[in-house]
T-cell receptor, first 111, second 114 residues
Framework: KNEVEQSPQNLTAQEGEFITINCSYS?????LHWLQQHPGGGIVSLFM???GKKKHGRLIATINIQEKHSSLHITASHPRDSAVYIC?????????????FGTGTRLKVLA | DGGITQSPKYLFRKEGQNVTLSCEQN?????MYWYRQDPGQGLRLIYY???????QKGDIAEGYSVSREKKESFPLTVTSAQKNPTAFYLC?????????????FGQGTRLTVV
């Protein structure tokens, strides 16, 4: 079993729909990141969370440390939101920190 | 604008050849990382460097080598010893203490062995 599990793996939505992507992890973490990877491959960091909730525009990220679970929500989805969304957890490693990445959720928003 | 630049975007290599992937950042970040991405798998850490002239192996370092002679640069060499080098390679950087800071990623290099 992977230490970081994302669901769903693939998601197709109609423009305007509310979207939720889930991330569950099984290790103790220092922080959790949500990343966005566009078709060209480049990755952009969306959020870094260690507790609670963060909002940026139409994106909302929440984390429940006790339940080891995080969600990424997209309100009023748009075709330009089509991308792969990756959850990554940060944990202590050999005096520094390392990341463990989920396999990603491929989102397609149809016009 | 500050950021991370990876080059080239696409790279083809013949079997048995070494090839070097470039990663440059002008963000003044201390820590730099190389990840490999394969279809259906999460990114996996190849090597990382927290300061100049120092680097550490990640989870899948076999068949790879790196150097960190300058703060801005962290090139990755894929050697002929790497059994399955065809993959997408991503470079990232952060300020020194990773978990409290945002990670910045390059655009990636897709390496294909022919």
């Amino acid at each position: 079993k992977n230490e970081v599990e994302q669901s769903p793996q693939n998601l197709t939505a109609q423009e305007g729909e509310f979207i939720t992507i889930n991330c569950s992890y099984s290790v103790g973490i220092s922080a959790l990141h949500w990343l966005q990877q566009h078709p060209g491959g480049g990755i952009v960091s969306l959020f870094m969370l260690s507790s609670g909730k963060k909002k940026h525009g139409r994106l909302i990220a929440t984390i429940n440390i006790q339940e080891k679970h995080s969600s990424l929500h997209i309100t009023a989805s748009h075709p330009r939101d089509s991308a792969v969304y990756i959850c990554a957890v940060c944990l202590p490693f050999s005096g520094t920190y390392k990341y463990i990445f989920g396999t990603g959720t491929r989102l397609k928003v149809l016009a | 604008d500050g950021g991370i630049t990876q080059s080239p975007k696409y790279l083809f290599r013949k079997e048995g050849q070494n090839v070097t992937l470039s990663c440059e950042q002008n963000l003044n970040h201390d820590a730099m990382y190389w990840y490999r991405q394969d279809p259906g798998q999460g990114l996996r850490l190849i090597y990382y460097s927290q300061i100049v002239n120092d680097f550490q192996k990640g989870d899948i370092a076999e068949g790879y080598s790196v150097s960190r002679e300058k703060k801005e640069s962290f090139p990755l060499t894929v050697t002929s010893a790497q059994k399955n080098p065809t993959a997408f390679y991503l470079c990232a950087s952060q300020t020194g203490q990773g978990f409290r800071t945002e990670a910045f990623f390059g655009q990636g290099t897709r390496l294909t062995v022919v």
